[in-house]
Each structure stands twice: as structure tokens, then as C-alpha cells.
């Protein structure tokens, strides 16, 4: 076993104390600082039809909203509503809906609305949607014209905490995962707290999974925080929601200052995602949500970490709690132990084949590492996998 990695504790700010008397009316915003690609992350209630939630943004003759089949007849009229004192002209495209259509063809559709429509170089990009929307739209906005402006309205819960901010975009290929892409950093991330309440409870706890994550590798005291409210999170009361979307951004924003191109620490964000992507690579894509993979991986990351001597029974025991309760799977699909490890090799921190694993340190802290073979497969069985 090599430590390849051992990531230093975040420096973050203190985590706020339960604002369960705070109204989630009540606009923040989270800064990510990279110099000169700084950017807010706006979180409250009522800021997607505002106005006033888009100043200091770019202005420029075109703006082009990107969303998709779902979302844009929920949401698209009121967006361009609030852009068209910016712009003279606010289009709208709608891609179709699903992480299948994340492909070279949806993207050529962004391209073909933005050429026939004589958009220019300042033409600014809104991503209206989910991870797979934000992805595409920041892939987009990186490509034409070598870059436009573009700026992140995330409607899901998941794309809100961790999609949406710290710059990865890109597209899928027939042979891998967000295999082609670019760092590309969005001028703004606008979180309105409201359009989490038309999610389906499905979406929904695959966000809750990424709010999970944050807890064991950077801070413990959020973890309590979510034990304490998952309820709430769960029957999705704004104020639980607002803090808990707001801490998942500062640490995110946090991490992606430090490491902005995930040469070491961004890494740790992977946790639970070497299993995940092998759940969802071996069942095929969309058979099991994105988030649900992720919180049966981190039940399965935590089991190794106990392996490897870092933690102990009751945080493994505890951390399974939590994802079960924010109703995402703890058991991984049978899909054999051979498969799921040759599929782990994919991943995209393997290196020479090697696999290598974000685990969790101690309670609040991870880091990165290969792992025996054997202790490996042990946790692939004990999880349900073979
Ligand atoms: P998604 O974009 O597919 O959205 C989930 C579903 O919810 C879709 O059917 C969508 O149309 C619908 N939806 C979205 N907002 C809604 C709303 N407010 N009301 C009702 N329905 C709504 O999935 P996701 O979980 O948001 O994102 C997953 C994608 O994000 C994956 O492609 C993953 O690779 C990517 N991702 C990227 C990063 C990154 O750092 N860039 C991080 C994590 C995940
Ligand atoms: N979601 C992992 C990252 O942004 O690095």
C-alpha cells in the first residue's frame, strides 16, 4: 500500500451555527477565490426571476439559455424574463433530458442555435438545469469562439452543491464518463433555494448524498449538523436546505481554490466515486442516479478506510445511517467482483492501472491511496458486490 497523497486538513471557515430561525429568503453568497476567474455563488429564495440577481454579469446584444425538455417549461420564461433588460436578444434551447444525450450530438445542437442565431464573442451562456445541463453549457461556452462568458442557474440539489461550481465541464464519450472537457470557470453560480421543491425524491437524495460527502472528508461539525437534520433536508424545508447548500459551497469553494486543476487536494471531492462510477458504469448509465452510486460508494470507501486501520466500526456505522436515511443505497449491486474492480481501473485517478482510492484519514479528513488487492475485494463482498 503507497500513500500518494495524504491531503491536509482544509482550512475553512467556521461552519455556522443551525439557522433554523433564518429565513432562506435571505440572499448569501459564497466567494470561490482564483484570482482573476473569482466568481459568487448566490444562494436564497427568488433569485432565478430577479433582475437584480444577474447584475455585474456581462451584458451583450445575445444571450442564449441552455436547458432541456424538463426544466425550461418550469423555469425558462422566467429566466428570460429577468435577462431581457440585459440583452437585446435572450434565446432559449431546450436539449433533450438525460445523462445519455450527454454526447457530442447535444452539443453540436448548443453550437448549431448559436451560429444560426449570429452570436458573437460576448454572447453570454446561461446553464438552466442539472449537472448534465451545467456540464454541457460550461463545455460549450469554453469552445465557442475559443470562450464565452457563461453563467450557472442549477436546478437540482446535486448540481447546486457540487456541479455547478469549480469550473469542470464536459461531455461523456461512448467509451467513458466526462471523458472530454475543460476547466472553465462560470462568471456566477445563481442557487434559488425554491425550484429544489418540484424535484423528484429521487434527485433529491442523490443531492443529499453530495452534502453527505462534504462532512467526513473536511468537517465533522457539518456532518452532525446533517445527522441532526436529515430530516428536514429530506422533506425539503428551505431553511435546513438553504445551510446546508451554503456550507457544501464553502468548502467546495474552499477545496477548488486551493486546487483548482485537482493536482492533489480536489481529489478528496472524489470520494465514494471509484465505487460509484463502477455502479454506474456496470448497470449502465441511469440505472442508478449518479448521487445513489455515490452514497453506496461512500458506505463502500468508508469500509475500506476501517481496513486500512484509519477509522473505526461506529463512524462506518454511522456514515451508513446517514446515506440510508437520506433514502440512497448502501448495498452495491451484484455485479461481481472481477467486473467491478476491472471497471475501477477506468476510473480517472487510476494511474497505469493502478486503482487509486479517496479515503477517509480520520473523521473530517481524507486523502488519497491505493489499497491491497485483497482488502479491496474484501469490501466489494462485504457490500454486497460479488
Ligand atoms: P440531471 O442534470 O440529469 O438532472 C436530474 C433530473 O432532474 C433531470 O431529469 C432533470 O431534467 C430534472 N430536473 C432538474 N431540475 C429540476 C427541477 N428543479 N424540477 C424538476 N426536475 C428537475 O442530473 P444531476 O444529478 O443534476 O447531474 C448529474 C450530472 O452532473 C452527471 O452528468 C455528472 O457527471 C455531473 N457532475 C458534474 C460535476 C462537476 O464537477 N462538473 C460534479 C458532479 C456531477
Ligand atoms: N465533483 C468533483 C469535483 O468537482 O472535483
Not at 469553494?253 to 486551493?258: I, L, S, T
Request: contains cysteine; glycine residues 10%.
Amino acid at each position: 500500500m503507497s500513500i500518494l497523497s495524504s491531503a491536509p486538513a482544509v482550512a475553512l471557515a467556521a461552519a455556522s451555527a443551525v439557522p433554523a430561525d433564518v429565513s432562506a429568503s435571505v440572499r448569501q453568497d459564497v466567494h470561490i477565490e482564483l484570482g482573476d476567474r473569482a466568481y459568487a455563488i448566490a444562494i436564497g429564495s427568488d433569485l432565478l426571476g430577479q433582475a437584480a440577481t444577474y447584475e455585474g454579469l456581462p451584458t451583450s446584444s445575445t444571450a442564449l439559455i441552455v436547458s432541456n425538455t424538463t426544466v425550461a417549461p418550469l423555469y425558462g420564461e422566467r429566466l428570460r424574463l429577468a435577462l431581457a433588460g440585459r440583452h437585446r436578444q435572450v434565446l432559449l434551447v431546450e436539449l433533450p433530458d438525460g445523462e445519455v444525450h450527454k454526447n457530442w450530438t447535444t452539443l453540436n445542437s448548443i453550437f448549431d442555435t448559436l451560429l444560426v442565431h449570429g452570436a458573437d464573442r460576448k454572447t453570454v451562456l446561461y446553464a438552466l438545469g442539472g449537472g448534465v445541463v451545467g456540464d454541457m453549457t460550461g463545455f460549450a461556452a469554453a469552445c465557442y469562439m475559443r470562450g464565452v462568458p457563461f453563467v450557472q442557474v442549477p436546478t437540482t440539489l446535486l448540481a447546486q452543491v457540487d456541479s455547478s461550481v469549480g469550473g469542470k465541464t464536459g461531455i461523456n464519450h461512448p467509451l467513458g464518463k466526462n471523458m472530454l472537457g475543460a476547466f472553465y470557470q462560470p462568471q456566477r453560480v445563481v442557487c434559488d433555494l425554491d425550484v429544489l421543491q418540484t424535484l423528484p425524491p429521487r434527485e433529491l437524495s442523490a443531492g443529499l448524498a453530495e452534502i453527505i460527502k462534504y462532512g467526513p472528508i473536511a468537517d465533522m461539525a457539518f456532518f452532525d449538523w446533517i445527522e441532526a437534520h436529515i430530516d428536514a433536508l429530506v422533506a425539503r424545508d428551505p431553511a435546513a436546505l438553504g445551510h446546508a447548500v451554503r456550507r457544501s459551497c464553502e468548502i467546495k469553494a474552499d477545496v477548488v481554490g486551493q486546487d483548482e486543476r485537482e493536482s492533489g487536494l480536489r481529489a478528496i471531492l472524489n470520494f465514494g466515486h471509484t465505487f460509484g462510477h463502477a455502479i454506474e458504469a456496470g448497470l449502465g448509465y441511469g440505472a442508478w442516479l449518479h448521487g445513489e452510486a455515490v452514497g453506496c460508494g461512500m458506505v463502500m470507501g468508508a469500509h475500506l478506510s476501517q481496513r486500512l486501520g484509519l477509522v473505526d466500526a461506529p463512524f462506518v456505522a454511522r456514515l451508513t445511517r446517514l446515506v440510508e436515511r437520506a433514502g440512497l443505497p448502501v448495498t452495491a449491486p451484484k455485479l461481481g467482483v472481477e467486473r467491478m474492480v476491472e471497471l475501477m481501473r477506468l476510473d480517472k485517478k487510476s494511474e497505469a492501472g493502478e486503482i487509486k482510492f479517496v479515503v477517509i484519514e480520520e473523521p473530517g479528513r481524507a486523502g488519497v491511496r491505493t489499497a491491497p488487492h485483497a482488502l479491496v475485494v474484501e469490501v466489494l463482498r462485504h457490500c454486497g458486490a460479488a
